[in-house]
């Protein structure tokens, strides 16, 4: 199975840091990150109770950390895109979705866990490969953040052994980097550039390319841009740094 990585983004309460402890162990998880969270506690240790042993083993880091060295990034949150026009929250999956979706690789992947007051911003949302949402009642659609760490856990919990390694976080960089240029190359209109790597992100994030997939994709990139402009060809930018696959 991945390696997931529960990730809490300035987490305001530490009840619900221990709260999350515990119910990571429950089901099976003992990889916590926390980013810039709230001071940690005997409140905390209770609330943990026997996962105590997650709670101590938690790591602090940076969400820049985070972004560069997980295969996939999954930004959860209450609140959608209500049109595929709007790409920054969409498309979005449940976590019984997320299961089918990322279940069978193999590679580092990290949940983004919001505050608890308004979630993730835009920025951590937008750099994030896939999205994910859990179906609440309109009545009453926000959840307690362990409650929702709690579901996505259940959901995730006993996946199958892996059959494929996923591309690396330096990898996916490299491609996505390498599309960025790609748009000059074509001339893509300015102005609808963000919008347009948005949406790049959603589709490669939710692919679940693996390094020979990345690597195809290099190629296609080159070939097209040399047949547009020999010039603009960058070999030393545009090869990846595993051996690019030759074209057939």
């Not at 162990?25 to 997650?54: M, T, W, Y």
């Not at 990290?110 to 937008?126: C, H, Y």
């Not at 609808?192 to 990139?221: D, P, W």
């Amino acid at each position: 199975m991945p390696e997931i990585d529960i990730v809490l983004v300035s987490p305001l309460y530490e009840g619900n840091v221990g709260f999350i402890a515990r119910v990571m162990k429950n089901f099976g998880f003992s990889r916590l990150v926390l980013i810039n969270p709230c001071q940690l506690s005997e409140e905390a240790k209770a609330r943990a109770s026997h996962a105590q042993d997650v709670l101590a083993s938690a790591e602090t880091c940076t969400i820049e950390d985070v972004f560069s060295r997980s295969n996939i990034v999954i930004a959860t949150t209450g609140t959608v895109s209500k049109s595929v026009c709007t790409s920054m929250r969409m498309p979005f999956y449940s976590p019984k979705e997320l299961r089918d979706r990322i279940g069978k690789t193999e590679g580092r992947i990290s949940i983004l866990f919001g505050r608890e007051n308004w979630g993730l911003n835009n920025e951590e949302v937008k750099k994030s490969d896939m999205i994910c949402t859990i179906p609440t009642s309109p009545d009453y659609p926000i959840l307690n953040l362990s409650h929702a760490v709690a579901i996505v856990c259940y959901e995730l919990a006993d996946l199958p052994l892996p059959e494929y390694r996923l591309a690396s976080p330096f990898e996916m960089g490299h491609l996505y980097r390498h599309i960025d240029r790609y748009l000059d190359v074509i001339h893509h209109p300015g102005f609808k550039r963000e919008n347009t790597m948005i949406l790049i992100r959603r589709i490669l994030g939710r692919a679940n390319l693996t390094t020979r997939e990345a690597s195809t994709l290099h190629g296609l990139l080159r070939r097209s841009t040399w047949h547009i402009d020999p010039d603009a060809v960058d070999e030393k930018n545009d090869t990846n740094s595993h051996e690019e696959e030759e074209l057939t």
